[in-house]
């Protein structure tokens, strides 16, 4: 891409690297006209650190300049979705171009090599990629997301499959998944603005890989009909989530198609259009381009009729959050939507207390509502990615608390094979030696249990041993029921 016009001056507006209602000096004494001179009450805590709220700062520089070939883009054109889409890279070789000489040649071949390992293809958008710290791409949290490379690949636990979640088996009609009473999945398509690596649906979003081919549903608007008929013929589904893919693909009227079909079946009371779109292209909701009109208009036409239509979006890292994420998340605000948040929890992303306090706290100020944050799934090529039972309740034990109740996200495991979301707590047996814990679902299925196995790298080396034995792998199973007292049930 050559860019043709110069860069903007930096105007007043851009002049920090950050925006944020934080004082300099965080210890000024408040202006409050209408306490007057009332004297300050002498307080009970420690004064806070500037770093302690750090979550109210936000990227506002030129950041996407430091990509050689973004150098000469200004903000108006990186903010158009022109722009994101023209050089959104779904080729190794259009991402070795975008960082050459940023990287070594070293980091290139450890990505072309784990690409020939990965189950999912690569796709990026300029704002990611402007955002990944280039000087150290292996510790960077959104790498780790969405860049696979072969040295930190760790061999796959015997459990992991690319639809750990069966979700295959309560499936009426392809794109719709019917497994709790009243709330159903929507797939409505099989694209996305990015591919992330640990997608639990592996089996069915992007492209096919080296490594997978995928179970092609084709989700065309023709087929819908079959969803939204079996949708209309379940008095007892009031709940629609619209995902996939995801729902920043569908063009405006899509949305309304969708939207509009959805609210006038009289029993769904709730809708959720599902997107990772805000997290990795923040732009498409400030721009003109209609998406967003139409998402506004499917939430008042619910609000009129007594329903909610809201958005549910997808941010691991702080590092994903900008100054143009909080442009469009104030718009949403101001414009009526419910915007929520379902996080992965990731091994080098936000598994530290610093990381996930940080990000919860962040999407709080811009009035998105942390929701859940999922154990990471057990689906095949990202061994390295997940984190131990054990680790995650640590984590969640460390979050609660750090903020309002309602901003608190519910840290939750989808039961593999099938169980549906359970609270991570919830577990009912549990041994960290060799990594198995042990869930029921009652109202998915009360006959069964769902099991969970921790990354073996995580587990003591006498549990890592234990794996190693060939068939110990049974048995290990088979004491973990028995010590369950749960032998009766069978096993997702
Ligand atoms: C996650 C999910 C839902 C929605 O569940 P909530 O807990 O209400 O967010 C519905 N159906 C399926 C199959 C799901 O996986
Ligand atoms: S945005 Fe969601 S559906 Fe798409 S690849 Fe990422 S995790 Fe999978």
């Not at 609000?303 to 994903?320: C, D, I, P, R, Y």
């Amino acid at each position: 891409m050559t860019p043709k016009k110069k860069p903007k001056k930096f105007d007043e507006y851009h002049q920090a690297d950050t925006i944020g209602d934080l004082p300099k000096d965080v210890s000024e004494k408040p202006k409050l006209n209408e306490i007057g001179e009332t004297e300050i009450p002498d307080s009970l805590k420690d004064p806070v650190e500037y770093d302690e709220l750090k979550h109210r700062l936000f990227e506002k520089n030129y950041f996407w300049q430091k990509i050689p070939e973004f150098k000469n883009v200004d903000e108006q054109e990186f903010l158009s979705t022109e722009f994101q889409n023209k050089n959104t890279a779904t080729k190794v070789d259009h991402l070795d171009e975008l960082v050459e000489g940023l990287v070594s040649d070293e980091f290139l071949q450890d990505v072309h090599e784990g690409m020939r390992q990965a189950p999912m293809n690569l796709r990026l958008s300029p704002y990611i990629i402007s955002l990944i710290d280039w000087d150290n791409p292996i510790d960077d949290p959104l790498r780790v997301q969405f860049i696979p490379v072969a040295s930190t690949r760790r061999p796959d636990h015997p459990k992991l499959s690319l639809d750990s979640l069966a979700e295959q088996d309560d499936s009426p009609t392809p794109g719709l998944v019917h497994r709790y009473f009243d709330k159903v999945l929507f797939l409505a398509l099989d694209v996305c603005p990015v591919y992330c690596r640990f997608c639990t649906r592996s089996y069915a979003i992007g492209s096919d890989t080296d490594l997978v081919s995928k179970l092609s549903f084709k989700p065309v608007p023709r087929k819908w009909n079959e969803a939204f008929a079996y949708i209309a013929s379940r008095p007892e589904v009031e709940d629609v989530v619209i995902s996939g893919g995801d729902s920043y693909m569908l063009k405006a009227h899509r949305i309304r198609q969708i939207g509009e079909t959805l609210l006038d079946i009289p029993h769904v009371r709730r809708i959720r259009f599902a997107s990772k779109g805000p997290s990795v292209m923040p732009m498409q909701i400030i721009a003109g381009n209609g998406w967003t009109d139409a998402l506004v208009d499917v939430v008042e036409h619910g609000q009129k009729m007594g329903k909610e239509v809201a958005l549910h979006t997808h941010f691991n890292h702080s590092n994903e959050i900008t100054y143009i994420t909080k442009l469009a998340m104030d718009k949403l605000f101001s414009r009526g939507v419910r915007v929520r948040n379902q996080s992965v929890l990731i091994r080098g992303v936000n598994d530290t207390v610093d990381d996930m306090v940080n990000l919860v706290r962040q999407l709080a100020y811009i009035n998105v509502q942390p929701y859940y944050v999922y154990q990471h799934d057990m689906v095949k090529g990202t061994e390295e990615l997940r984190t131990s039972l054990a680790a995650s309740l640590e984590l969640e034990r460390n979050v609660r608390g750090t903020t309002a109740g309602f901003n608190t996200p519910t840290f939750v495991m989808d039961a593999p094979g099938g169980g549906g979301k359970r609270d991570l707590h919830s577990y009912e047996y549990y041994d960290e030696v060799t990594g198995v814990s042990v869930y029921r679902s009652p109202a998915v299925d009360e006959e069964k249990i769902y099991l969970y196995y921790d990354p073996i790298d995580t587990l003591p080396k006498e549990g890592q041993l234990r794996w190693k034995i060939p068939r110990e792998g049974e048995k290990i199973i088979k004491e973990a029921l028995e010590n369950s007292d749960y032998t009766d049930l069978s096993i997702a």
